[in-house]
């Protein structure tokens, strides 16, 4: 999972750019990148 969310971000950054990306990248704005991390541990305890 955190491939995906890497591959994920660096995808955003490309489209957005740098500065686009660093105005995007808020908690209110990646919340939904945040749940691929919370998936990612509660797969682990498991």
Do not use: C, F, H, P
């Amino acid at each position: 999972m955190q491939e995906i969310r890497q591959e994920t971000e660096s995808s955003i950054q490309q489209a957005i750019g740098s500065d686009g990306w660093e105005k995007y990248n808020k908690r209110q704005n990646t919340y939904w990148l945040e749940s691929i991390r919370r998936t990612q541990n509660a797969s682990k305890s498991v």
